[in-house]
């Protein structure tokens, strides 16, 4: 994954707001997860959050499309605030793609339908153009042969492409990545990377929690260290990791580079 | 080559064929039967004790007697063919009396009626057992219940096909207010409009109605049910209405409005907690109790009912399971496509719930069709005990004791596995996991 084979003439960061998240606390019962968190996200941009486990990483990219509730503070996405308000909710869940570890696929339903149905049923997009539409993205996901295939035939970096592919056909504004390639082989994890690549080359907007080093220094244009909940640290991956300013992310980043 | 450090396989091995005596008859009776002392002594002890069962059964099977008029001459008739002291079946009694088994008291001269209605009870289901047939014969689904109370009981045609109308009633209304109200909310609107429709308009508009268009049948009363009719139609009945019911109450549990949670959870605890004979002295004496004094409520939709609710308690909490045994995954990867909760309950969940808890769901319709026969309790016919009663009430065939059973037994048996097949059959076919 070299740098200058990596296209960069479509990754411009826009002066427009995609995310705008102020001061959000989240308790899971009594347990502070996310302590004041603030970030602007601006379209355009390729984010990577990283920190140690229990960080609250997830939790924090998993809130901005509400798969978990903030009991305090503000998120703002796309211009539509996140309250409990469901015509909101899913207003902003079809504008924003998701990508999970474990791909989530469903599996009584052939790769074509799993990415045709929330088109088709949230879009009201006719049938066949949904079919078009799904095609199209499983070419540039470059599985179209297996369109007909059940997701349990499939290899685990298939079936995380053809997740991608299932968020693309939404139209996404914005796209949401909690750790694409942990649950992956080390065979299969460039072929995610590669597509996820080929996505910040078209210039959308990303979040990406992973802890793939490599992928953060290549397309990510800001790396976000969190530790227990807050951000601790962020900056451009260049001095991010050549020249990290907290003992946390110094600590961090020796034992994820350390061998 | 052992002993040297470096090593390159050159060639890789082709498989082969395992050692003969690890494969045909020899290796299959030494594995399976006389693979041990204990193991060898039970298969002995067992084939023993089938072939004096089968010593005994036999000979009664092959002198099984089918022209008699009664039990006694059956008994002549086998002394004299197989010697004094030889034993048979009677089946003359089957020859004589099939009919009260499948039809009760039903009329004879409109045994036509259940029988149509039983035939075309398979066209009805066929679109919803298999999913390659034309998708227009739901439509024959939907008006069948109609059809086949008509069949059944009779009377005017007008009342079933206004009483379908309530259904559409119940449609109107909710796709009317949907978009406005919600799913839940019209839902409940359309059904109140729909019982409103059902208990004040329904009496009233249908013998207008006949009265200008005088066309039915004959009617046909509760009591003349019996057989293998009266269990059918309960246990169809009950079966295909318990399923919806039970997949609302699974939901209504595990829903976060606590008014829904608390009443479904209620609901299937007191069902489940109660046996089905308490139900069912409930439906035949209690609820006459608590209904105006002249309505007329028919004791087979009574029973219906309450079985119904039964099989629901049971096939809510089934489904549960199923419920319990989606990771958490597909709910998400649904909501975070931007999916309503129905949505994803119908397109989903519900698919995937409903494919694991299939084995669950038939055991419980099994269940349920051999329990119709627990209606003897309330006066009803059932085709064991209260249509056997009535057969050995005859002096012609006082002290016939195995054969009404056998009988009984054989067509429970042949429905019952004729389901157990299909729910594997729709297994196997829905299996997609390729695990």
Not at chain 2, 399 to 422: D, N, V
Request: charged share 15%; net charge neutral.
């Amino acid at each position: 994954m070299s740098e200058s084979a990596i296209d960069r003439s479509k990754m411009t960061i826009s002066d427009e707001v995609a995310v705008q998240i102020t001061n959000m606390n989240k308790w899971y019962g009594q347990f502070h997860v996310l302590r004041d968190v603030n970030m602007t996200v601006m379209k355009g941009e390729r984010i990577v959050i990283c920190g140690p486990s229990g960080s609250g990483k997830s939790t924090l990219i998993r809130c901005i499309n509400r798969l978990e509730e903030h009991q305090a503070g503000q998120i703002i996405v796309d211009g539509t605030e996140l309250t409990n308000d469901l015509k909101n909710i899913d207003k902003v869940r079809s504008e924003v793609g998701m990508v999970f570890q474990h791909f989530n696929l469903f599996p009584h339903l052939t790769i074509l339908e799993n990415c045709t149905l929330a088109p088709i049923w949230v879009r009201k997009v006719p049938k066949k153009e949904a079919e078009e539409t799904a095609m199209h993205f499983l070419h540039k996901v470059k599985i179209p042969e297996q369109a007909n295939k059940y997701p349990g035939q499939l290899s685990g970096g298939q079936q995380q492409r053809v997740a991608i592919a299932r968020s693309l056909c939404m139209k996404p504004r914005i796209m949401l990545f909690d750790e694409p390639t942990s649950a992956l082989d080390p065979e299969m994890i460039k072929e995610v990377l590669d597509t996820m690549i080929s996505l910040a080359e078209e210039g959308m907007t990303m979040l990406c929690v992973t802890h793939e080093m490599g992928f953060a220094q290549a397309v990510a244009n800001r790396v976000v260290f969190m530790d227990q909940g807050q951000i601790v640290e962020q900056n451009e991956p260049v001095e991010f990791f050549r020249n990290p300013q907290s003992e946390r992310t110094k600590l961090f980043l020796s034992q994820i580079l350390g061998h | 080559m052992t002993d040297q450090l470096t090593f390159v396989r050159n060639q890789m091995l082709p498989p082969q064929e395992p050692p003969i005596r690890e494969a045909g008859v020899v290796k299959w009776l030494r594995e399976n039967l006389f693979s041990g002392p204990l193991n060898t002594i039970l298969s002995v002890v067992g084939f023993a004790i089938i072939l004096w069962l089968a010593a005994n059964i036999i000979p009664w099977l092959l002198h099984s007697v089918w022209n008699a008029n009664s039990l006694g001459e059956c008994r002549q008739i086998i002394a004299a063919t197989w010697g004094e002291g030889a034993t048979g079946a009677c089946w003359a009694m089957v020859r004589e009396r099939w009919h009260q088994y499948l039809f009760g008291f039903y009329p004879m001269d409109m045994y036509w009626r259940p029988t149509s209605a039983f035939f075309l009870m398979f066209v009805a289901l066929a679109p919803v057992l298999y999913n390659n047939l034309p998708r227009k014969m739901i439509w024959f689904t939907a008006v069948y219940p109609a059809l086949a109370f008509w069949l059944l009981w009779g009377g005017s045609v007008w009342s079933p096909v206004v009483a379908m109308l309530g259904f559409v009633v119940m449609g109107g209304v909710f796709t009317l207010l949907k978009d406005r109200l919600g799913v839940p909310l019209s839902a409940g609107i359309g059904f109140v409009a729909a019982a409103f429709w059902w208990l004040v308009l329904q009496g009233p508009l249908a013998s207008a109605i006949h009265s200008v268009l005088p066309i039915g049948l004959t009617s046909v009363d509760s009591d003349q049910f019996g057989g293998f009719l009266l269990s059918i139609v309960i246990g169809v009945t009950a079966i295909s209405a318990s399923l919806p019911m039970g997949i609302l109450l699974a939901l209504g549990r595990q829903s976060d409005m606590l008014l829904v949670r608390t009443l479904s959870v209620g609901f299937i605890e007191f069902i489940r907690g109660v046996p089905l004979i308490t139900l069912l002295f409930t439906a035949s004496l209690l609820l006459q109790y608590f209904l105006p004094p002249e309505t007329n409520f028919d004791i087979i939709l009574r029973v219906i009912i309450l079985v119904t609710f039964f099989a629901a308690a049971y096939i809510a909490e089934v489904i549960r399971g199923g419920l319990a045994a989606l990771p958490r995954g597909q709910y998400e990867a649904a909501d975070a496509l931007g999916l309503d909760y129905w949505q994803a309950q119908r397109l989903i969940v519900m698919p995937q719930a409903l494919k694991i808890s299939i084995p669950g769901i038939v055991s419980s319709f099994i269940g349920l069709f051999k329990d119709t026969t627990l209606v003897a309790f309330v006066g009803l016919m059932d085709p064991l005990k209260g249509i056997t009663q009535v057969v050995r009430s005859d002096i012609n065939w006082k002290g016939i004791y195995w054969e009404p059973y056998l009988f009984a037994g054989a067509i429970f048996f042949l429905i019952c596995f004729g389901m157990s097949r299909y729910s594997m059959w729709l297994e196997r076919k829905l299996k997609t996991d390729h695990r």
